[in-house]
């Protein structure tokens, strides 16, 4: 049974930071790409990061120099390490991962910037 597990949301003031932590079992994140969603109320859900197999990553425009994806493959996780936070971060933060066919999601984590 796959699992993707988020951890790690929060309130933070703007400008604060936050990790976001995903577990992952069932599969392995060394050969599928994962990847940090988000959608805020009303919003349709939006690609935030992404990183392959082999570690490359990509990046949505409005987080480019504050967000950095990492993972560690021996314990299964993928990290969103997230900086210099805005209000419009806000939102559930999901938790991806696909190869192939196959296509998993978490069940999210909020987060909120808000003074």
């Known amino acids: 049974q796959v699992q993707l597990v988020e951890s790690g949301g929060d309130l933070v003031q703007p400008g604060g930071s936050l990790r976001l932590s995903c577990a992952a079992s069932?599969?392995?994140?060394?050969?599928?790409?994962m990847g940090w969603y988000r959608q805020a109320p009303g919003k349709q859900r939006e690609l935030v990061a992404r990183i392959t197999s082999g570690g490359s990553t990509n990046y949505a425009d409005s987080v480019k120099g504050r967000f950095t994806i990492s993972k560690d493959n021996a314990k299964m996780t993928v990290y969103l390490q997230m900086n210099s936070l805005k209000p419009e971060d806000t939102a559930v933060y999901y938790c991806?991962?696909?190869?192939?066919?196959?296509?998993?999601w978490g069940r999210g984590t909020q987060v909120t910037v808000s003074s």
């Open positions: 069932g599969i392995s994140i060394k050969i599928y790409a």
């Open positions: 991806h991962s696909s190869w192939f066919t196959d296509d998993y």
